[in-house]
DNA sequence: ATAATTTACTTAAACGTTTAAATAAAGGAA
DNA sequence: TTCCTTTATTTAAACGTTTAAGTAAATTAT
C-alpha cells in the first residue's frame, strides 16, 4: 500500500500538520519526544513525501527545465553538466530537452515545461526568429539565457561569453605569431555567435591594419562537414592564405581532415585554429589550437543565477534589477595546429 | 493574474468537470457549441492545464528519470538523446541525473526521483555493491536498466548489449586479419562490462587455439589515461604483441596516443581496436577500428520498454510477464588502427 | 489570583486538477 | 401519456501536501 502523510501521522498518533512541520525541520515548537515519536514512523515506513502534492500549495516544483539543441552535439554536455551540478546542489533537479535548433519543437517543449510547472528554464534558444517574443512572453516562469543572447520581457539573467572579444583574441593572436593571410570559416551568419565572431575577426584585421578580403571568409553550418567543404570553397578562390580561423572546433576538425587529405601538412603549410575547445580538441592530429568557451561555467552559473531569481516569491514579476548579465571570459589554448611565432622563421 | 481551470469555467458559463473534458478530449459528450465555448476562452487566456495538479489524481506525472554516470563521457550523450526524443513522442519528460558512479549519489537521485513521483527510471547503475538491491527495492517504480545488468525484483526491463559477444567478434576479426598476440586493455573488472569483455576477449582466443596470456591483460578505468598507463604497463612486460584491444574507444585513443609519442607507427606496427564507437573514433589518427554499440538505441529501446510497461495502470505491482530483456547487437567498424589482413604481407 | 503570553499542538482551507456519481432534459418505445 | 434511455452537464469527492488560524494547556507577568 502506498503510505501518506496520513498514515505516519495516524500511526504517530499526532496531525498530519505536525508530521509536516517535524519533515520540514519548522519544527521550533515540536518537542522533542513527539519530533521523536514521528521520526520513527517515518523511517519505519521508508516513507518520502509527495513532493507534487507539496508544489501544488508552495507553488514551487523545484524542477528546471534546460532547452539545448542537441545533447549529442559535444558542446553541449558539457552545459549540461554545470547546470545539473548547481542545480542538484540547491536541490533543484533538470528536465533536459533537445530541440535541434527547431522552432516549433523548442515551443513545445516550454509549453510542456510550463503546463508541468517548473520553477524556471534555463535556454540556449534557436534562432532570432520573429516568433521567439512571443514564445518567450507566453512563457510566465523566469527564463536564463545561455550562450545565445536575445532580448525580451520575461528574461531574467543571461550568462554569455564575449565572441566578439573571443574572435578578437584568437584573430589577434594569429597575427602576432605572424599569419598576415587569414581566413575565415564562419558558422551560419543568421547565428548571434558568428555575427559576433566575424565583428571580432574584422576588428583584429583593422587593428593590425590588414584589409579585409571578403573572399576569405565563408558561411556553412557549425559542423565537421561544413569544415570539408569550406577548404575547398576557400581553395577554390586562388586566393592566398597562410592559415584558417574557424567558427568553432567541429569546423577546424573538418577543415584539418580535409587539408591533410589534399596534402596540406598542419600547421607548417597552413595553420589552422578553433574555437570552443570541445573535449575532441586536444585528441586530433595535430591537437587544435582553439579558443576555450568556459562552458561547464556556462550551465553552473546560469543555474547559479536562476535560483537566486527564485529566492523571490513564486509568480512574482522580473523586476529591472532581477535582470543579471554574467559575460564570461574566453581563454586561447595554445596546441600545434597553429604555428608559434612563425614569424621568426619565415 | 494566474489563470485557472476555474477562470475557465466561469468564463465559459460551465462547469470545471466540462472544461476538463474538453481538455482532455473526453468529449464525445459535449456538444459541439459547448466545445466550441470552451475552447474559445481557452485559447483567449492561453490557458495551459497545471499538470501537477492532474498528476495528483491520475498518478502520472509524465516525467522519467534518467540515471547515467556522467553525461560528460562521450559514451552517454547518444543514449540520453535517444531516451529524450522516444520519451517526447510518447509525451513524456526527463529529469536528468548525474551521478559520478558514486553509489550515495545514485541513492539521493533515486530518492528524489521517487518523491517528485518520476512514473519510472532508466538507470545505467554504478557499481554492482550490495547496497544496490536494497536502493532497487525502496524505489517502488519500474525500472528499466541500461548497458548494465543487475538482478533485482521492481525491475521490469533491461536494454544490453553483448558484451561477451562483442568482444568475441572484435577479437576473432583481429585474429583473422592475422594479428596473434593481442594485448587486452581492460576497463575496471568490478564493471560487468568489463567482466563479459575479458570473457569475450578469453572465448574467442580458445576458439583460435590461442594460448591466454596474463601478462597481456591490464586492468584500469575506462578513461584516456589509463590507455596512456596500460600502453607503459604492457611495454614493461616485455612480451610481444602485435595489436592491443582496448576496453573502449577512451583506452584505445589514449594507447594511440602513447604508442605514436613512443615512436610506433599504427597500424604497421601495433594495431589499436576499440569499443563504443564514440564519435570521436573517426576522427583521430588513424580512426580507430572499433566495435560500435548502439547507445542511441539503447535510450530509444530502453524507454520504449518503459512506456510499453507504463500502461498498465498506476502503481500496479510488476509480473514476471513484465520483465523484457532486449539485447542489441554490436558491429565492427573497420576503420585505419587495425591492419587488414596483415597475414598476407607479413 | 487573574490576565497575558508562550508553547505545543490541531483544524481546516487551499493548491488545481480528474472522475465517478448524480441530475436534468430530451428523445424513443410502450 | 408514461416509462425508459440516452445525451449533456454538474456536483462533489479525491489526490497529498502546506500553512494560516485556532485552541487548550502551561508558563510568566501583574
Redesign the pocket.
Known amino acids: 500500500m502506498?503510505i501518506?502523510?496520513?498514515e505516519i501521522a495516524r500511526e504517530a498518533?499526532?496531525?498530519?500538520?505536525?508530521v509536516?512541520?517535524v519533515?520540514?525541520k519548522?519544527d521550533q515548537?515540536?518537542?522533542e519526544?513527539?519530533r521523536n515519536r514521528v521520526l520513527e514512523v517515518v523511517k519505519k515506513y521508508n516513507y518520502l513525501?509527495?513532493a507534487m502534492?507539496?508544489s501544488?500549495?508552495?507553488?514551487r516544483t523545484h524542477i528546471i527545465g534546460l532547452v539545448l539543441p542537441d545533447i549529442t552535439n559535444p558542446f553541449f554536455p558539457g552545459i549540461a553538466r554545470g547546470a545539473e551540478d548547481k542545480a542538484n546542489e540547491k536541490g533543484y533537479s533538470i528536465i533536459f530537452c533537445n530541440t535541434d535548433d527547431k522552432l516549433e519543437v523548442q515551443e513545445k517543449y516550454i509549453e510542456s515545461l510550463t503546463k508541468k510547472m517548473a520553477d524556471g528554464i534555463i535556454i540556449a534558444h534557436s534562432s532570432s526568429s520573429e516568433k521567439m517574443p512571443e514564445i518567450l512572453e507566453r512563457c510566465k516562469v523566469p527564463i536564463i539565457l545561455i550562450d545565445r543572447d536575445f532580448d525580451s520581457e520575461n528574461i531574467c539573467g543571461k550568462v554569455l561569453v564575449d565572441n566578439s572579444n573571443g574572435a578578437h583574441m584568437a584573430v589577434s593572436y594569429l597575427i602576432e605569431q605572424g599569419y598576415k593571410k587569414i581566413a575565415y570559416l564562419s558558422g551560419p551568419l543568421k547565428t548571434r555567435t558568428a555575427y559576433e565572431r566575424l565583428e571580432g575577426y574584422k576588428k583584429a584585421l583593422s587593428d593590425y591594419e590588414i584589409e579585409f578580403n571578403d573572399k576569405l571568409v565563408k558561411f556553412g553550418e557549425y559542423r565537421i562537414e561544413w569544415g570539408r567543404n569550406g577548404v575547398n570553397e576557400l581553395l577554390e578562390e586562388k586566393e592566398d592564405f597562410d592559415v584558417i580561423f574557424c567558427g568553432n572546433d567541429l569546423i577546424a576538425i573538418g577543415a584539418m581532415k580535409e587539408l591533410k587529405e589534399k596534402g596540406y601538412h598542419i600547421p607548417d603549410d597552413i595553420g589552422v585554429m578553433g574555437y570552443d575547445d570541445i573535449y575532441m580538441a586536444s585528441l586530433v592530429e595535430p591537437s587544435l589550437t582553439t579558443v576555450r568557451q568556459p562552458n561547464y561555467q556556462m550551465g553552473y552559473r546560469a543555474m547559479e543565477l536562476l535560483e537566486e531569481r527564485l529566492k523571490k516569491a513564486p509568480g512574482s514579476d522580473n523586476t529591472p534589477s532581477d535582470m543579471k548579465t554574467i559575460t564570461l571570459d574566453t581563454e586561447i589554448i595554445v596546441r600545434n595546429s597553429v604555428k608559434i611565432n612563425k614569424k621568426v622563421k619565415s
Chains 1, 2 share one sequence.
Open positions: 502506498k501518506t502523510i496520513k498518533n499526532v496531525s498530519i500538520a505536525t509536516s512541520m519533515i520540514n519548522k515548537n515540536i518537542t519526544v513527539t513525501p509527495n502534492a507539496g501544488l500549495v508552495t507553488q
